[in-house]
T-cell receptor, first 116, second 111 residues
Framework: GAVVSQHPSWVICKSGTSVKIECRSLDFQATTMFWYRQFPKQSLMLMATSNEGSKATYEQGVEKDKFLINHASLTLSTLTVTSAHPEDSSFYIC????????????FGPGTRLTVT | DAKTTQPTSMDCAEGRAANLPCNHSTISGNEYVYWYRQIHSQGPQYIIHGLKNNETNEMASLIITEDRKSSTLILPHATLRDTAVYYCIVRVKAAGNKLTFGGGTRVLVKP
C-alpha cells in the first residue's frame, strides 16, 4: 500500500521559534497533499490543501502567514509553524492523494509538536 | 457538505463481528463513503470505501443501503488491535474531494 512519512515524529521547541515538518509520499506521486491538526480527544481538523506547484488553500480560520505550506515536488510537502506559541502544541498530520482514478488519501504517522 | 452521524462509542467482544453504523442522509449521488480508523497517537488508516455496491477487502466489509442514506462497516473477527476510533466520511466532490472528519466511533474490543 501507499506510504506517507513525516519527519520529525515529535518536536519540542521554545515559544517564538519556527518549526518545519516534512511530509513525503514514498512510493507514489502526490499531486495533492493535506495538512490536518488534532488536539487531544478531538477529531482531525483540516488546515489546508496544497497542490504541487501551487499556493496552498487554507481553511477558514487558519492563518496562512503562521502556517507556511510548501509543496514544491510531487513527493514532498512542508509545513512551517512560524513564531510558535504554546497554543500551537498539537498533533499535525499530513495526507497525500495520488493521481489517476483512485482518490484514496493516505495519511502520515503524525508529528507531535510541543511548544514550551 | 454531506455530514455523517456515528455512535460516540461501542464495545465489542474479541473474535466476534463488529458492526459500525453510519448515517449520511444528505449524501449526493456521486459522493463516496469512506471509512478510516485511527489508533491512538497514529495517523488515520484507510479501511475501505464505496459508492453504491457493497464492498469487501482484507480488512472489512462495507454495506451501503439501497437509498445510500446509511452504511455499516463490518469487522468480521474483531481483535484487540482493532481498538481505535473509526471515522465514516463522505467525500464531497464539490468541496474538492476533501475528507472532513467528524467525531467518529470509539471502538473498544474487549477480551
Amino acid at each position: 500500500g501507499a506510504v506517507v512519512s513525516q519527519h520529525p515524529s515529535w518536536v519540542i521547541c521554545k515559544s517564538g521559534t519556527s518549526v518545519k515538518i516534512e511530509c513525503r509520499s514514498l512510493d507514489f506521486q502526490a499531486t495533492t497533499m493535506f495538512w490536518y491538526r488534532q488536539f487531544p480527544k478531538q477529531s482531525l481538523m483540516l488546515m489546508a490543501t496544497s497542490n504541487e506547484g501551487s499556493k496552498a488553500t487554507y481553511e477558514q480560520g487558519v492563518e496562512k502567514d503562521k502556517f507556511l505550506i510548501n509543496h514544491a515536488s510531487l513527493t514532498l510537502s512542508t509545513l512551517t509553524v512560524t513564531s510558535a506559541h504554546p497554543e500551537d502544541s498539537s498533533f499535525y498530520i499530513c495526507s497525500a492523494r495520488g493521481t489517476g482514478e483512485s482518490y484514496e488519501q493516505y495519511f502520515g504517522p503524525g508529528t507531535r509538536l510541543t511548544v514550551t | 457538505d454531506a455530514k455523517t452521524t456515528q455512535p460516540t462509542s461501542m464495545d465489542c467482544a474479541e473474535g466476534r463481528a463488529a458492526n459500525l453504523p453510519c448515517n449520511h442522509s444528505t449524501i449526493s449521488g456521486n459522493e463516496y463513503v469512506y471509512w478510516y480508523r485511527q489508533i491512538h497517537s497514529q495517523g488515520p488508516q484507510y479501511i475501505i470505501h464505496g459508492l453504491k455496491n457493497n464492498e469487501t477487502n482484507e480488512m472489512a466489509s462495507l454495506i451501503i443501503t439501497e437509498d445510500r442514506k446509511s452504511s455499516t462497516l463490518i469487522l468480521p473477527h474483531a481483535t484487540l488491535r482493532d481498538t481505535a476510533v473509526y471515522y465514516c466520511i463522505v467525500r464531497v466532490k464539490a468541496a474538492g474531494n476533501k475528507l472532513t472528519f467528524g467525531g467518529g466511533t470509539r471502538v473498544l474490543v474487549k477480551p
